[in-house]
């Protein structure tokens, strides 16, 4: 633990004196003050009697004689005044002559509506040898619910953290309690004031009762392995014994819940619940499930905007989403207009070109897929005897023509110049189920991508798969770039279709999988295993913020049946069971780190020389690039922090509470994994840096490197169609759509993007998506009150921003060089999306601390 503590956090009371308190309340719409009505009356009057909080001092320590607890010294807070959106109770104690050192405060709400309060500072302590204070400061930043919920007093610890062998040991029992509280009986549906952290599986996404065609299967156990989530404890469905009833209002524990500054902004309930309900309004009047008749169709949505019908519904999205419902200058009406995306107002045609497509393998929102090209010929790994021939139909001679002759696949394969975007084996065992479903098809798809001499890539060749279906075998093609007109249009409609893989990928894996479902298991351990106290708990606490809420959120109106993933993305109701096959066979906590994923597709290779540790195989890879200047950042921070408490191996192995938090992700949060060898050990302080850089990426670089740029490279969505509506002309060469193709192809291109409601449907929720919240936390900006009177935390939390800063005016520096394509050029939006601070709003830049969107 560090030695240069300006405060020990406890201070020793002298004999016999007068301590005050002040406890900071923020002043809330949902909160105790400014409430209306009998229980509004009811606060006044407790108000009138000073029974506002029942405030209670524990002594650290055991009294030595009797080896017990010494009694709490308790005292009423008043309220004594308030300051702009914060309000003041004060409280005075007179502390016995042996108390001793103060270490928890307990608090009871006897208002009759719940509080949120900030902080509370004990003062008129005296000082010790320890402490050059004569104060000491709880940081809560907490609900306390009010008396009528019938729950325990809340205990708050001081700002010191520490270890379990070093807990006080008159905190010692407070310290298990509060972890018993939070770890709940596993019993009974959950209520909304309660701060229970349990798993359940993803059993409550499907809604049977309302309609069979709604059923979906559980997630989480050995036939959909799957991630963990809250439990919520909801009623099961009359219909399906194993699946959890829906509801509107899905239970997270009290503190997960949004700010209320973060929900006036985004208020993802009612953003959600309102496009449910607008879009059979939409679709009656001025949008329908058909295609844009034409290009300029889709460029009015960003230029006139299309004239929404008059009523209540349009009315809340517009006080909600102006960015999207703007009102008509003197009419009242409402207009449904988007934001022209900086992609597009940049280069209208970006989208056309193929360098574009393969510029933002390397610098879109998943550039996370693409791998090194090891083996020759490509093949699949799937059954052939169920899904036909395993060897790729990308030839080496189709290659060897497409390069050029510029060199041979073999000599390519050496000099690592061959990539792919692989969804064949992940994709192929769905393709018959999805294609039963009305308006989309599927297939299984490879994309072969060539190193240029200038650093650049060149897509190479296109393969779309369908396995045998009804007596007919296995349809496979391969597209290419060419000149003539039916090749030209063809090659479009490839790329389009692997588009919409990738952007089904990319939501639902990249995105959804790994940063959000792959998350909630870290923090519910986190929350039921460490205590309040304890350094590591800290230390992650503004990284899980908010993730627990939003993820929720997404149960209930984005990935459930019927949801808008359905609705819109190419899987339609297989949606989330591609999810966990993605888990299941693709998912490793060792490789979740930016170095292990780098290395593990190919894209990287250890070598000591090179900066930071790692040599890229392609130099210009801007999610690489600017993604190990944060990770390295991140890491060093997280060295320093691990280092004031644990500074040999027997530290961690006997921290009780953070082996209890590493087994249970591992066999509880993660249970469908538990047995995988690939788990890294937690033996050492190294260990612990490293699991934690991980879990803190993840929340924080991974997630903001794949969401923020939604509605930049999406809003336009030619660029990234989520659904492919149409087979390829030349699956059937005989039906009427080939004609029709071979007629009209921009139509038939048309035919296949996503319908008007559902194009329209995706660009609100990515506009909502991508958008910073003004009371959004950044990576390294604020340092968290815990470490304030920390010396060497304090330093090294400096040095962390102060580097987050210097990465800020490097990637300005990388974004600004020409000679960098991938970055930059013509029309070429920069790549922002690792720049660690933004404004709030829709900036395609910003990396927030936690997953809190």
């Known amino acids: ?445 490879r994309t072969l991508f060539y190193l240029t001499s200038d650093g650049t890539l060149r897509p190479v060749a296109i393969e779309l798969t369908r396995p045998p279906v009804d007596g007919k075998p296995q349809w496979k093609q391969v597209f290419k770039p060419t000149w003539d007109a039916t090749g030209v249009w063809l090659w479009r409609l490839a790329k389009s279709h692997v588009l919409a893989h990738d952007s089904g990928y990319h939501e639902l894996v990249t995105h959804w999988l790994r940063s959000h479902a792959c998350t909630e298991p870290y923090i519910i351990a986190t929350n039921r295993q460490l205590s309040a106290m304890h350094p590591i708990y800290r230390l992650l606490h503004p990284h899980l913020r908010y993730t627990m809420k939003i993820n929720a959120l997404a149960r209930g109106g984005l990935i459930n049946a019927g949801g808008i993933i359905e609705r819109a993305f190419s899987p339609g109701k297989y949606s989330m069971e591609l999810s966990s096959v993605a888990y299941d066979k693709l998912w490793q906590f060792n490789l979740e780190g930016l170095p292990a994923d780098l290395i593990s597709r190919g894209m990287a290779v250890e070598d000591p020389t090179a900066p930071h540790g790692l040599k890229l195989t392609i130099e210009d890879y801007p999610y690489a690039n600017d993604g190990l200047l944060m990770w390295d950042a991140i890491k060093k921070w997280i060295a320093d922090y691990v280092a004031c408490y644990y500074q040999e191996p027997s530290l961690v192995q006997s921290d009780d509470e953070l082996q209890a938090w590493w087994t249970e992700i591992r066999t509880v949060g993660h249970a469908d994994k538990k047995d995988a060898t690939w788990w890294p050990e937690l033996k050492t302080p190294e260990d612990l840096v490293g699991i934690l850089t991980t879990v803190i990426w993840v929340a924080s670089g991974h997630h903001a490197a794949v969401n923020f740029g939604q509605f930049d490279f999406g809003a336009y969505f030619p660029n990234r169609p989520t659904i492919a509506r149409t087979q390829m002309p030349t699956e059937d060469p005989n039906d009427e759509a080939t004609k029709q193709f071979m007629e009209r192809p921009e139509e038939f291109l048309l035919k296949s993007f996503p319908s008007q409601i559902q194009a329209t449907t995706i660009m609100a929720i990515i506009d909502v998506l991508s958008t910073h919240s003004p009371d959004e936390e950044y990576i390294g900006e604020k340092i968290q009150p815990y470490w304030a009177d920390d010396r060497v935390i304090t330093a090294a939390f400096e040095q962390f921003n102060g580097k987050m800063k210097e990465i800020e005016g490097i990637i300005d520096g990388r974004n600004a060089d020409t000679n960098l394509r991938n970055r930059a050029g013509a029309g070429v939006v920069p790549y922002q999306l690792l720049k660690p601070f933004s404004e709030p709003g829709v900036t395609g830049k910003g990396v927030p601390n936690s997953v809190s969107i």
């Open 1 to 445: 633990m560090s030695n240069n503590s300006t405060s020990t956090g406890v201070v020793k009371a002298a004999a016999p004196t007068t301590v005050k308190a002040v406890v900071t309340v923020v002043q809330t719409v949902t909160g105790a003050v400014g409430r209306l009505g009998i229980s509004g009356v009811l606060d006044f009057i407790t108000q009138l009697f000073g029974e506002n909080l029942v405030i209670e001092l524990v002594a650290a320590e055991l009294d030595p004689e009797t080896g017990l607890e010494k009694p709490t010294v308790k005292a009423n807070g008043r309220r004594s005044g308030s300051e702009d959106s914060e309000i003041y109770y004060k409280a005075s104690f007179k502390i016995p002559e042996n108390f001793g050192e103060i270490g928890a405060i307990l608090i009871e709400n006897k208002h009759y509506h719940e509080m949120f309060i900030k902080s509370i500072v004990l003062s008129g302590l005296s000082s010790t040898s320890a402490s050059t204070s004569d104060s000491v400061k709880f940081s809560c930043n907490t609900w306390v619910h009010h008396r009528s919920d019938g729950l325990q007093k809340r205990v708050f610890f001081a700002d010191k953290s520490y270890l379990p062998r070093e807990t006080p040991n008159g905190l010692e029992r407070y310290r298990q309690n509060e972890l018993e509280v939070v770890r709940g009986d596993g019993q009974g549906e959950r209520k909304s004031a309660e701060r229970i952290y349990d798993y359940d599986v993803y059993n409550d996404l499907g809604d049977p009762d309302s309609d069979a065609d709604l059923a979906r299967p559980v997630l989480g156990g050995p036939v959909h392995p799957y991630p963990r989530r809250i439990r919520t404890g909801r009623p099961k469905t009359k219909k399906d014994p194993l699946s959890e009833s829906p509801g509107s209002n899905m239970y997270v524990p009290r503190d997960e819940e949004f700010s209320e500054i973060k929900n006036l902004q985004f208020s993802a309930d009612t953003v959600f619940s309102v496009l449910r309900a607008l879009l059979p309004s939409l679709e009656s009047t001025i949008l329908s499930s058909n295609e844009f008749p034409h290009f300029a169709a889709i460029d009015a949505l960003f230029n006139e905007g299309i004239e929404l019908p008059n009523d209540s519904k349009v009315g809340v999205v517009r006080s909600i989403i102006p960015r999207i419902v703007k009102a008509i200058s003197n009419s009242g009406k409402s207009l449904l207009r988007f934001e022209t995306p900086e992609f597009i107002d940049r280069d209208k045609f970006a989208w056309f070109r193929d360098a574009e497509f393969a510029r933002q393998t390397l610098a879109g929102i998943n550039p996370c897929v693409i791998k090194l090209v090891t083996e020759w010929p490509l093949k699949s790994n799937l059954d052939p005897e169920v899904y036909g021939p395993a060897e790729s139909a990308i030839t080496t001679e189709l290659v060897e023509l497409e390069i050029g002759g510029c060199t041979t696949v073999q000599k390519a394969l050496e000099e690592k110049k061959l990539f792919i975007i692989d969804y064949h084996d992940v994709f192929l065992p769905y393709v018959n189920k999805v294609r039963e479903l009305e308006g989309t098809t599927f297939y299984g798809s």
